[in-house]
């Protein structure tokens, strides 16, 4: 058996928009993503896949699920293998677990020490920003840096005070296992200190908005520059991207998102209206940041200085991002004049003249691809035009989208001069693909009878798990007779109220697996027609939900009574039973 707080926090860690789009090309729409579904054969897409929920539903056909769940249909893969499939992507190992459940105290143990992290780095960040606006040189550093009020709060800037232990005047006791792993704390053979002193701070967050790290720049010219949090049990810096959750509504707005270097810039760029920058965290940008990025927009812009490290750094972008490239996503490479970076560059020029040069200087990837690889050959000569060939194949092997990879391939074959075919061959790819017979799957019925419209508890139930932090609405009296569609809701509830923070759909659907009460999900979730029934969480449909609970509530009430008046009326009631029926009455009547 494999731990239930190890698959929640595989679930918390995989992404299901990465699993499914690696087998079904799925497309914006809204909030959510959408496909034609792979279950079943369709035209009009109705496949659609949540980035909050992480879970997946067709609106057709029926199926759902979590990440696990897709694996398992789509692969044919057992429970165990669909597992093994996705902790190889993170790098977990599955824990073997034979003869028992989990330990529910092991589990709540290890939730605590991650909301534990979770609250240190948070105190730390109101702490730093709480000390910048008693620090006359950070105020004055920032005010010459031309930053606004508004954007230092929106960025949650802040000061590390100088000296070797300024943390101990929030944290106590100092030094503490939450400050050393999540790296606020260096211990160097038991003497600890702060790791980040006399620095401005700049909190890295995720998507959820949660503190997960920080960076920190000086305030002169010494060097490092810039000091970063290292990997924690919360901070992955291959897997994160400074400004992404500052700037999500401007991405969304402007439909483009761009990559520069450092903090400095993102928080620069804001400052002139350029809100929809982000940065790589003292890393290079890796295939996990890539596939974040194309998630956001369908248009990418990478900007950076116009030195040799700068060209380097958009380089190996270029070459991580290869396997990741699709069709219907451009990837864009601007370079500014050496003497500049994104800051300075914005700071003299402004906005407009930035993004005009954003829009209309930088070159889109199949261009600056080859510029790069044929820089300081001779394509006039024979051994140019081979020297070509053998840089660009394993370069070329790695695209997977389908247009954009014949069209490279078309072009090398015209600065070569040789064609398609011939080329095809020096590439190794002159075999066709093996093709690969697609599992069969069947269309639901077809019924020429009207739906059935879900009962209150059921739709309860969709609701329920659609928002999983209205569970804290529902409390169902232990002498009330639960079974079927309302023994499952209750459960639902329970096992949701069980964890320590409010679990996602797609961890609730895995801890409903094997149970009794999966078919009657799956039965729901079948049910659902429309993708605005998998929607509602504003404030209307939160009080429509307590409104059906009290109705429930009252419809199991009036089912016990009349349950005890029959068992009155025909074998006579226990004295417990009596007084629970004089309860039941005295409450209706009031």
């Given at each position: ?30 909030a ?16 659609s ?39 190889d ?6 824990p073997k ?6 330990n ?14 979770e ?6 960040a ?61 211990d ?24 997960i ?15 970063n949090?290292?990997?924690?049990p ?31 810039d ?12 982000v ?45 990741q490239l699709?069709d219907?996503?451009?990837l ?16 003299a ?18 261009e ?13 000569t ?14 070329l ?25 011939n080329l ?28 059935v419209m879900?009962?209150?508890v ?38 949701i109220?069980?964890?320590p923070?409010?679990p ?11 149970s ?24 209307e ?16 009430k009036?089912s ?21 029926l ?9």
């Amino acid at each position: 058996m494999i731990p239930s707080d190890f698959i929640d926090e595989l679930l918390a860690k995989v992404d299901i928009v990465d699993i499914i789009d690696e087998q079904v090309p799925l497309k914006k729409g809204g909030a959510n993503y959408m496909a034609c579904c792979p279950f079943h054969k369709e035209k009009t897409p109705s496949f659609s896949v949540s980035p909050t929920k992480q879970f997946y539903h067709c609106f057709s056909c029926g199926a759902h699920g979590s990440a696990i769940g897709f694996v398992m249909e789509h692969q044919g893969l057992s429970f165990p293998e669909a597992v093994q499939f996705l902790a190889d992507r993170v790098g977990m190992i599955v824990p073997k677990v034979r003869g028992q459940n989990d330990n529910p105290e092991v589990r709540a143990e290890r939730k605590k020490k991650q909301q534990t992290l979770e609250e240190t780095t948070a105190a730390a960040a109101d702490f730093y920003a709480q000390q910048l606006r008693f620090n006359p040189a950070a105020k004055a550093y920032l005010d010459k840096r031309g930053l606004s009020a508004e954007v230092i709060a929106h960025y949650g800037l802040g000061y590390a005070p100088d000296g070797w232990q300024p943390l101990a005047q929030v944290f106590q006791p100092y030094p503490n296992t939450a400050l050393v792993d999540t790296g606020m704390v260096i211990d160097n053979e038991g003497r600890h200190y702060d790791r980040f002193r006399h620095r401005i701070m700049f909190p890295i967050r995720n998507p959820r908005g949660q503190v997960i790290g920080f960076g920190g720049r000086v305030l002169d010219d010494s060097k490092p520059k810039y000091l970063n949090s290292p990997d924690t049990p919360l901070f992955d810096k291959g897997k994160n991207l400074y400004g992404l959750y500052e700037g999500r509504a401007a991405v969304k707005e402007a439909g483009r998102i761009l990559v520069v270097e450092g903090y400095m810039d993102v928080v620069a760029l804001a400052q002139f209206g350029v809100g929809y920058g982000v940065a790589a965290l003292g890393t290079a940008t890796t295939a996990e940041h890539v596939k974040i990025l194309m998630r956001q927009a369908d248009s990418i812009y990478f900007c950076f200085d116009g030195d040799s490290a700068g060209r380097k750094a958009a380089w190996r972008a270029l070459e991580n991002a290869l396997p990741q490239l699709k069709d219907d996503k451009s990837l864009h490479f601007l370079f500014l004049p050496e003497e500049h970076d994104p800051d300075s560059y914005i700071r003299a020029y402004g906005k407009t003249q930035f993004e005009d040069a954003l829009l209309n200087q930088s070159k889109p990837l199949s261009e600056y691809f080859w510029e790069h690889l044929s820089d300081d050959l001779n394509l006039n000569t024979q051994e140019g035009k081979a020297e070509l060939v053998k840089t660009s194949s394993p370069l070329l092997v790695q695209i997977t989208a389908p247009a954009l990879g014949y069209l490279l391939k078309q072009r090398l074959s015209e600065l070569v001069g040789i064609d398609p075919d011939n080329l095809a061959q020096l590439l190794g790819q002159e075999a066709p693909k093996q093709h690969v017979k697609q599992k069969s799957y069947k269309l639901p019925p077809i019924s020429v009878k009207q739906p059935v419209m879900p009962t209150l508890v059921q739709r309860q139930i969709r609701s329920l798990l659609i928002n999983p932090d209205w569970a804290a609405y529902i409390d169902l009296p232990d002498y009330l007779a639960l079974d079927g569609d309302f023994a499952c809701l209750a459960n639902l509830a329970e096992t949701i109220k069980s964890h320590p923070s409010v679990p996602a759909t797609a961890q609730i659907l895995e801890h409903m697996r094997g149970s009794p009460y999966e078919e009657t999900i799956n039965r729901i979730f079948r049910s659902v027609l429309q993708s605005e029934e998998m929607e509602g969480g504003g404030e209307e449909d939160c009080e429509n939900f307590q409104i059906g609970i009290k109705k429930l509530l009252n419809e199991l009430k009036y089912s016990q009574i009349e349950a005890l008046k029959q068992k009155s009326l025909k074998s006579g009631l226990s004295e417990s039973e009596k007084k629970l029926l004089l309860s039941l009455l005295t409450a209706k009547q009031n």
